[in-house]
């Protein structure tokens, strides 16, 4: 931690910053300053009467104000009710372990139309838990911690699966209770990555789109929603973009409060290979809380999921497989029906690339974010988010003004990736810096001992540690690409159609909704299979460390 | 300073270069801007490519309104070469951000008049009606006459049976809100705001989109809700036919109140390709294209020569009083209607 140490890794660590800041300034704050600069300087004026519009209008506060506080909400139950999922995945070994947290995957990759339908089944008129739920803030908050759970479950789970248990079996010896040990020693231990995660959570809540368009009403709505509502309804381009730059500094607020929060440097901490960390449960006490976790988590992922698995199979004649024949062989020639087989390929095709470019990008800036000391890191940390926290109208729009010089890339398929690796990046650095920050020092410290050079120490030290972490960024950044409509959409061609869009269409016109829920469970299935691959190979890899 | 000269020499070489073949060679691409709906089958595109060595690269919108304002921001550098899909709700302000370059599309002539526009910036390419689709059966089950107008709708028995989309963020829902207004005008004894207060107070349902009104909320056809009367297409009841093999349609539609929608293509102004997005037009209204329009989007070609295939023979209806509005009215007053509307509602 001394200056030396620091001065040591500038140069390495300043060369390592240079690709990201790029990729962000070309492809984020360029494209956003240009797209607002349009909207809010129409004729080389200014046009301050759209802010004056956006502040004096009471329903504009009222959706600025509901945006906040369905934002802050939603952050504390999914961070509550993820917790002890967490744990429970981290510490114990069970059957079906790794089938129940790849299904927690799920959600995070299902277009929100599909969503709504399972929502709509299970909270709605036809409710089996006898709730009529539509309309009320009660179904977006439920939306999104089924959206959101799988960022705390992970997020946290990385580092949790790697801290020592022996230290809280120290304390237990000591005399300390349950709880206590919990609150007063692995809480301030996560607390680095419940802070990363919470602060995803929120800022997936707080741009909350599909969410709000599909369950919200004309009295739940979010700022996100507005923007799009004056950009495509009204054609208010004045309006949107200063809706947007309210988000962005709501945002950009929240950010550097995050910052301040996390300030406190991580502990050192002893960290394990998950293997040894996990057993079975042992006492009957265990076991409950483990089937209530696991019950908790059912109720919440798995009814949804299930409900869609059901009306895929859906016939008038009964539960049948007709939806999936039908979209394997077409029964009309109509290019309504993209084969799932070139659908998937077609996903998978920009998917790679995305994933690629995220866990690229991620792990520079998760480094220099690390190893850089002061200001400079965290601001270049709190930039690095921003694009999470800004209106995806705004980006895409931007990208459309901004990106046609040199080269014009508005109309590339090379956009779509990049677009998905914008999302993405942050989801590798809050993965991978948590626990980064927690075995550099250590490590690093025994590694110059021994005579390593700082590369050398992060090639053989930290990164096989880190390849853990990296691992669930990338699985993020798969599932953000794969389950991605909107920028795809805009892209996509009838010859690359990818899974979500052929769902869109599906759901587009009176009779294919089957099919279209056939499509949905594929999509969840290869989500399901990817999730447990990396799982399985996360777990030989760890072994090996 | 030599080296300035040089520079510049290169600079004016490579400018006269690139004048060159802009102007004088064919472009091998043309990039069609179109709405999340657009949909064709193959071959069809690839027809255009044969006849004319020009390969079609497609961008697609999420929707209508979306495409609009995102050609309205790249207009001075255009990201497309012919716009298809943009319709008379939101064509007038479109004309007047200058989006497109004159052209007269080969076919003109078989498009009747009714569809055409005054000037020749768009080609009418299709037309379609947004009428309230009705489930005889969920309503038969509640006790309830079909109705046969609009007005019906405000009488208290038939609360609790209509679903609508929200207009500003659904299309058929705009379409819907408009042709109120056309039936009932702004300042009679009984205006379009007394109405939707009616609708309200019977309990309307609004939902933000097509699919959540037709397959969520709509009892009919393949829709799984439990509301007998929804705000969709003309044609829906065609699709049902197709979609699901049947003999009958499962769902009628309300010929009161319809409003038509025509969506036009054009060129854009600023493309490079000029007469190769000339080209393009002219086929989206030739009968390679046209005829394959219906059973693709559920439309009906504006191209009168184009025969229509079996299932919209037999099941389609077009209405003869559909609700038709000048474009520039709908812009001049688009904006004040929907907050008008949401005051209503809300």
């Known amino acids: 931690m001394g200056d030396s140490g620091a001065m040591k890794t500038r140069p390495w660590v300043l060369l390592l910053a240079v690709p990201p800041a790029l990729f962000l300034a070309y492809f984020f704050i360029y494209p956003l300053i240009t797209i607002l600069y349009t909207g809010l300087v129409p004729n080389g004026r200014f046009a301050t009467s759209a802010f004056t519009e956006v502040v004096t209008d009471p329903t504009m506060r009222s959706v600025a104000w509901f945006t906040l506080w369905q934002a802050f909400l939603s952050t504390v139950i999914t961070v509550a009710l993820g917790l002890p999922a967490a744990y429970v995945f981290a510490r114990y070994r069970f059957p079906g372990r790794s089938l129940f947290r790849a299904l927690t995957l799920i959600p995070f990759v299902l277009p929100t139309l599909v969503v709504g339908v399972a929502f709509l089944a299970v909270l709605g008129p036809g409710s089996p838990f006898g709730v009529d739920l539509r309309g009320t803030i009660w179904a977006i908050l439920i939306a999104h911690v089924f959206y959101n759970l799988a960022i705390v479950i992970r997020g946290v789970g990385v580092l949790w699966e790697q801290i020592d248990p022996h230290i809280e079996d120290a304390a237990r010896s000591l005399g300390a209770g349950r709880w206590r040990v919990f609150r007063e020693v692995t809480l301030p231990l996560l607390r680095p990555a419940i802070l990363s995660s919470a602060a995803l959570v929120f800022l997936f809540s707080f741009t909350s789109f599909g969410v709000i368009l599909v369950l919200g009403d004309l009295h739940h709505t979010t700022l996100e929603v507005e923007i799009w509502r004056q950009a495509t309804a009204f054609l208010r381009l004045d309006l949107a973009s200063a809706l947007a730059v309210l988000q962005l500094v709501g945002v950009t607020v929240i950010l550097l409060m995050y910052g301040r929060f996390s300030r406190r440097n991580a502990a050192e901490l002893p960290l394990r290979p998950s293997a040894e960390v996990a057993r079975r449960p042992r006492t009957s006490g265990e076991r409950v809380f483990i089937a209530a976790t696991l019950g908790m988590l059912g109720l919440i992922v798995v009814t949804p999921i299930v409900v869609l698995i059901a009306r895929s199979m859906s016939t008038p004649t009964g539960p049948a497989l007709t939806h999936y024949a039908n979209l394997i062989n077409p029964p009309r020639a109509s290019a309504v029906f993209v084969s799932p087989l070139d659908a998937i390929g077609n996903s998978l095709r920009f998917a790679i690339p995305a994933v690629i470019i995220a866990a690229g990008i991620g792990l520079m800036a998760g480094v220099v974010i690390v190893s850089a000391k002061g200001h400079s890191g965290r601001l270049f940390d709190t930039v690095l988010m921003l694009p999470l926290g800004t209106s995806a109208v705004t980006i895409g729009f931007g990208f459309l003004v901004a990106l046609d010089q040199p080269v014009d890339l508005r109309a590339s398929a090379m956009l779509i990736p990049i677009a998905h690796a914008l999302v993405a990046i942050p989801f590798v650095i809050r993965s991978t810096v948590p626990v980064m920050e927690s075995v550099q020092l250590r490590l690093r410290e025994a590694a110059a001992v021994l005579g390593a050079s700082p590369r050398q120490a992060w090639r053989e030290v930290d990164l096989p540690l880190v390849s853990r972490a990296l691992a669930v960024g990338g699985l993020f950044a798969f599932a953000i690409s794969i389950g991605e409509f909107g920028a795809t959409s805009f892209i996509a061609r009838p010859a690359t159609t990818t899974i979500p869009v052929s769902i869109f269409r599906l759901l587009g016109r009176p009779g294919t909704f089957g099919e279209a829920m056939a499509m949905a469970v594929v999509l969840m299935a290869i989500t399901g299979i990817a999730a447990m691959g990396i799982e399985s190979m996360r777990g030989s890899r760890s072994g090996g460390v | ?346």
């Open chain 2, 1 to 346: 300073m030599k080296h300035v000269l040089n520079g510049l020499l290169i600079a004016a070489v490579a400018l006269a270069v690139a004048g060159c073949s802009a102007d004088d060679t064919q472009p091998d691409e043309v990039v069609l801007m179109t709405h999340g709906s657009f949909a064709v089958s193959d071959g069809v595109l690839e027809a255009f490519t044969d006849q004319t060595g020009i390969t079609v690269n497609v961008l697609q919108s999420a929707d209508a309104g979306a495409m609009v304002s995102q050609a309205i921001l790249t207009k001075d550098n255009p990201v497309a070469d012919v716009l298809y899909g943009i319709d008379n709700t939101f064509l007038s302000r479109a004309i007047d951000e200058d989006l497109f370059v004159p052209h007269s599309a080969a076919a003109i002539e078989t498009v009747p008049r009714g569809l055409r526009v005054e000037s020749d910036m768009v080609t009418p390419i299709d037309f379609g009606d947004v009428c309230l689709n009705l489930d005889p059966d969920g309503l038969a089950a509640l006790g309830l006459e079909t109705p046969d107008q609009l007005v019906d709708l405000a009488d208290a028995a038939y609360g609790g049976t209509l679903v609508v989309e929200d207009p500003t963020t659904s299309s058929p829902g705009l379409a819907f809100l408009l042709a109120t207004i056309a039936t009932f005008g702004e300042d009679g004894a009984y205006p379009w705001q007394a109405y939707w207060q009616d609708l309200v107070t019977n309990d309307v349902r609004i939902v933000p989109g097509w699919d959540q009104a037709y397959y969520g909320e709509f009892s009919g056809g393949s829709g799984e809700g439990d509301r007998p009367i929804v705000v969709s297409y003309a044609t829906s009841p065609v699709a049902e036919v197709y979609f699901g093999d049947l003999d009958t349609a499962p769902t009628t539609v309300l010929e009161d109140g319809c409003f038509r929608q025509i969506e036009y293509a054009g060129i854009l102004n600023g493309t490079k390709a000029e007469q190769a997005a000339g080209q393009l037009v002219d086929f989206l209204l030739e009968r390679t294209f046209q005829e394959d329009m219906p059973l693709n989007m559920f439309v009906f070609p504006a191209n009168a020569d184009t025969p229509l295939p079996d299932v919209f023979v037999d099941y389609a209806v077009i209405p003869t009083d559909s609700r038709v509005m000048e474009p520039a009215w709908i812009d001049e007053n688009r904006e004040r209607w929907l907050a008008e509307w949401a005051t209503v509602v809300r």
